[in-house]
């Protein structure tokens, strides 16, 4: 069981998948949801260092495209970590 409360299949642990607001609830404590709510998603991320979900484990894919997962080049820094094809 997940800390949501309900069982995922295997199919769900399989998807790669960008973290969300969402995602990043259960790092904090009820009293702290206020501070939470106040923190933007980017600013999350680069707290816990944890972009995407890959295998039903966290991991950091700064530097790479988040949707397909490719090395970023230098020259697609103005896209903000999505490449040209994305």
């Excluded at 998603?41 to 972009?51: A, E, S």
């Amino acid at each position: 069981m997940n800390c949501q409360g309900y069982m995922m299949n295997t199919k769900e642990l399989e998807k790669n998948r960008l973290l969300t607001k969402k995602d990043f609830n259960i790092f904090f404590l009820p009293h702290e949801l206020h501070e939470f709510k106040k923190m933007s998603i980017n600013k999350l991320r680069l707290t816990y260092g944890v972009t995407h979900s890959i295998k039903g484990k966290y991991k950091d894919m700064r530097g790479n495209c988040f949707k397909c997962l490719t090395p970023l080049r230098p020259d697609y820094s103005h896209h903000k970590n999505y490449c040209m094809d994305c």
